[in-house]
């Protein structure tokens, strides 16, 4: 149901809200079948396509059972079987050994970032991000009262060491976000960037990996040892295909992590929400064994894509960036109208005539294809 918000109506003045925040718009990218947007296909907020198997949802179901039975208690406050768990799987993915301590895990990584920003931002603070980036993370700044500082990428959506270590020294951020690969351009940056912005900053660097897993890019993660204010946030939402059950993560140094308790709610995380995500870290060669057929349909996007004429930015992501479109909201409306649901940016700085779309099974990924053809060979896109 649209809200007052939602539809940007001036009409909240009554209520005694922050002033920061009047005027402000929520985070909202339409959900298809849920604000009046009816896709057969949903390609809009980079979600992995792939469904639970049985074998899974039957692990799942079991263990949420066992765990009903004592759902009058809290739930471990420190939720150190989850963060066992995810220190073993960060540390066979990159190879850097990681211990409970150096674990933290909140209800996605929008909360783990949240608290990031409630623990080493705040008033008088800044943040810094590379934009276009996510948009979530200027939300946050704002929600936590903490200032929101940008810089422009590049052209071709890059970041470079030497623009960002003089954002930083310009700056002076409490907090600065690199992201990669970044959303929503799908561009990676590099360990040389983050080493930079690490060694020139006084602040804490997050270093945001929510698609990490379809990047062929080393992880950020292999920086922790060398810099103790680095951390690296990662989600169970994409690559593991667990968007609905709100599971991040984060690496950092112990003390960072201990910082982080400070500002957490006492029992975030609940039973039910620990106990899905490490039955589904149980089966994690099962769930990454999408990653694979998610990258192949997110090549052939580019590649179909750009047999058309259209510049596809290049992605190390699940979704990929593509136009320019002459009127991005016709093309988002023509392509709705052929079933498929994408994600208009174009209203975004920098992102004017780009759509986004992240890659769907293999029979989405062609309902996309067929309908972009359509629309180009209707005339809406002028290479
Ligand atoms: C770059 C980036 N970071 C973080 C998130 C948040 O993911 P979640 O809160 O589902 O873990 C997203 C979601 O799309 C994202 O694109």
């Known amino acids: 149901m649209p809200t007052r918000t939602d539809r940007g109506e001036a009409d909240l003045a009554s209520l005694p809200l922050r002033e920061d925040l009047r005027g402000r718009t929520p985070y909202g990218a339409p959900q298809s079948g849920r604000a009046g947007v009816g896709a057969a296909v949903q390609l809009n907020v980079n979600e992995n396509p792939y469904p639970p198997s049985p074998e899974l949802v039957a692990d799942l179901a079991a263990a949420v059972a066992v765990a009903a039975g004592s759902l ?67 939300l946050l700044a704002a929600g936590t009262n903490t200032g929101w500082v940008s810089e422009r990428r590049a052209v071709d959506f890059t970041v470079s060491a030497a623009a960002a270590v003089d954002a930083v020294e310009r700056h002076r951020p409490a907090v600065t976000f690199l992201t990669t690969p970044n959303n929503p351009t799908g561009t990676v940056t590099g360990l040389d960037v983050v080493d930079a912005v690490c060694a020139a900053t006084a602040g804490v ?44 993560y984060l690496a950092a140094s112990a003390d960072v992590v201990d910082v982080l308790r400070l500002v957490r709610l006492p029992y975030h995380l609940s039973a039910v929400t620990q106990v899905v995500a490490r039955t589904a870290l149980a089966h994690t060669a099962e769930l990454l ?43 988002w409306q023509a392509l709705l109208d052929r079933g498929v649901l994408v994600r208009d940016l174009s209203s975004t700085p920098g992102l004017a005539g780009w759509l986004r779309v992240n890659a769907g099974t293999e029979t989405e990924t062609t309902r996309l294809i067929d309908a972009v053809t359509d629309v180009v060979r209707a005339g809406a896109f002028v290479g």
């Open 289 to 331: 064994g999408t990653v694979e057929q998610v990258k192949a349909q997110r090549n052939r996007i580019a590649t179909e894509l750009r047999t058309l004429g259209l510049t596809v930015v290049p992605t190390e992501s699940n979704f990929a960036l593509f136009g320019p479109w002459p009127d991005p909201a016709a093309t």
């Open 205 to 248: 660097v997050v270093v945001d990996e929510a698609y990490a897993e379809f990047a062929a890019a080393p992880s950020a993660i292999t920086l922790l040892e060398r810099h103790p204010r680095l951390l690296v946030s990662r989600t169970m939402s994409k690559a593991f295909a667990l968007a609905g059950a709100r599971v991040g």
């Open 72 to 138: 009058n208690r809290y739930p471990d406050r420190e939720a150190l079987g989850l963060r066992s768990d995810l220190a073993t799987y960060l540390s066979a993915r990159t190879g850097v050994p990681l211990d409970v301590p150096q674990l933290w895990a909140a209800n996605g990584s929008n909360e783990v970032l949240q608290q990031v920003c409630q623990a080493f931002g705040g008033p008088g603070r800044v943040a810094l991000g590379f934009e276009p980036s996510y948009s979530m993370h200027p």
